[in-house]
Nanobody, 117 residues
Framework: VQLQASGGGLVQAGGSLRLSCAAS????????MGWFRRAPGKEREFVAA????????DYGNFVKGRFSISRDDAKNTVYLQMSSLKPEDTAVYYC???????????WGQGTLVTVSS
């Protein structure tokens, strides 16, 4: 499974950004797709995940309703809509996929999100 993330960039605090992750290869082997992030000097952190059917969505505790994950199966793409962004959301965001919701087997390259104050 190959994952291609895009959509990162620079945004002001309070703004919004949408990340995309396009999957290719043996995507049928994955039950979940999602996102993690790593902020400078911090451990990797779970952000969100969504099941193949879209019926299961899981979010990290810090999200608090600000982010929304969705998927377009026709495009094999998962989206992370981020709103009310804060400077502490600054991180490299990584797309992920696998059978376990918070323990993915596949990783994409990161996309940098920078939130300015």
């Amino acid at each position: 499974v190959q994952l291609q993330a895009s959509g990162g960039g620079l945004v002001q605090a309070g703004g919004s950004l949408r990340l995309s992750c396009a999957a290719s290869g043996r995507t049928s082997s994955t039950s979940f797709m999602g996102w993690f992030r790593r902020a400078p000097g911090k451990e990797r952190e779970f952000v969100a995940a969504i099941s193949r059917s879209g019926s299961v969505r899981d979010y990290g505790n810090f999200v608090k309703g600000r982010f929304s994950i969705s998927r377009d199966d026709a495009k094999n793409t998962v989206y992370l809509q981020m709103s009310s962004l804060k400077p502490e959301d600054t991180a490299v965001y990584y797309c992920s996929a696998g059978s376990a919701i918070r323990n993915p087997a596949y990783w994409g390259q990161g996309t940098l999100v920078t939130v300015s104050s």
